[in-house]
């Protein structure tokens, strides 16, 4: 089975950015659309942003990251971004990503954790 492994959190002062990166073990075409979601302190997980892994390059962004934060992938590296700017502290969390396929429970990394603070 083809294992997440995310990477680049940090604490960082408000305004900043971070890169985040999700490695697979595998191909992430074995996957069909790839997420990050974030769990705040004290908070549900949420969903953050949404990439489709091959074809049509579709994406999807909660209305809280949209126009900050941008999902990509490069699938010769088998690794999906996250480019996060302008972070706030709301943006505090662990971010974890996750890969999904039709008719399979869905793959989950470790997490990574992010800080927003001055």
């Known amino acids: 089975q083809v294992q997440l492994m995310e990477s680049g959190g940090g604490l960082v002062q408000p305004g900043g950015s971070l890169r985040l990166s999700c490695a697979a073990s595998?191909?992430?075409?074995?996957?069909?659309?790839m997420d990050w979601y974030r769990q705040p302190p004290g908070k549900e997980r949420e969903l953050v942003a949404t990439?489709?892994?091959?074809?049509?390059?579709?994406?999807y962004y909660a209305d809280s990251v949209k126009g900050r934060f941008t999902i990509s992938r490069d699938s010769a590296k088998n690794t999906v971004y996250l480019q996060m700017n302008t972070l706030k502290p709301e943006d505090t969390a662990v971010y974890y990503c996750?890969?999904?396929?039709?008719?399979?429970?869905?793959?989950w990394g470790q997490g990574t954790q992010v800080t927003v603070s001055s």
């Open positions: 996750n890969g999904r396929r039709p008719s399979d429970p869905p793959v």
């Open positions: 990439i489709s892994t091959s074809g049509i390059y579709s994406t």
């Open positions: 595998g191909s992430i075409f074995s996957f069909n659309y």
